[in-house]
């Protein structure tokens, strides 16, 4: 298992990625959606690996949820860092890592894809994180 880490600019907030996986396997999705365009948000995820989050300072955490509300956007409250997304499918918490909050930036990452999930249902949604995002562990 690698170990890949990231976190806000200032520190306050972190994750560990531990995946199988090679970088130049990981899927990259760049999401189209008006918030993700905004905010540079480039994920990745493996099912078969796992999150952990790693906060130095989780008092600062930000979450912030839109449309579906189904999805909780991870900010630091100090420097405004965007680490990704986290939700919760059948009891367990899923997440998707911002690419760009890790550090250092994985080497050989295949170009993003630009994704775009408008008019997926609601149920299509949590199938999909369901079978794509990585399993959050820990608290
Ligand atoms: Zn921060």
């Not at 630091?76 to 760009?100: F, P, W």
């Not at 949590?126 to 990585?134: I, P, V």
Request: aromatic fraction near 10%; include cysteine; charge should be positive.
């Amino acid at each position: 298992m690698g170990v890949h880490r990231g976190h806000c600019h200032c520190g306050a907030l972190a994750f560990e990625f531990h995946t199988a996986l090679a970088p130049a396997a990981w899927s990259v999705r760049a999401c189209q959606c008006s918030f993700c365009l905004k905010h540079g948000g480039v994920y990745t995820s493996d099912p078969a690996g796992s999150v952990r989050f790693t906060h130095a300072m989780p008092e600062l955490l930000t979450r912030y949820r839109f449309g579906h509300e189904t999805a909780d956007f991870i900010f630091c409250g100090r420097c405004g860092g965007y680490l990704g997304a986290v939700t919760e499918e059948d009891g367990q918490k899923l997440a998707v890592i911002n690419i760009h909050a890790m550090d250092p930036q994985p080497a050989g990452l295949t170009a993003a894809q630009p994704m775009s999930y408008d008019g997926e249902t609601s149920s299509n949604r949590g199938a999909r994180r369901a079978k794509r995002w990585t399993p959050v562990s820990g608290p």
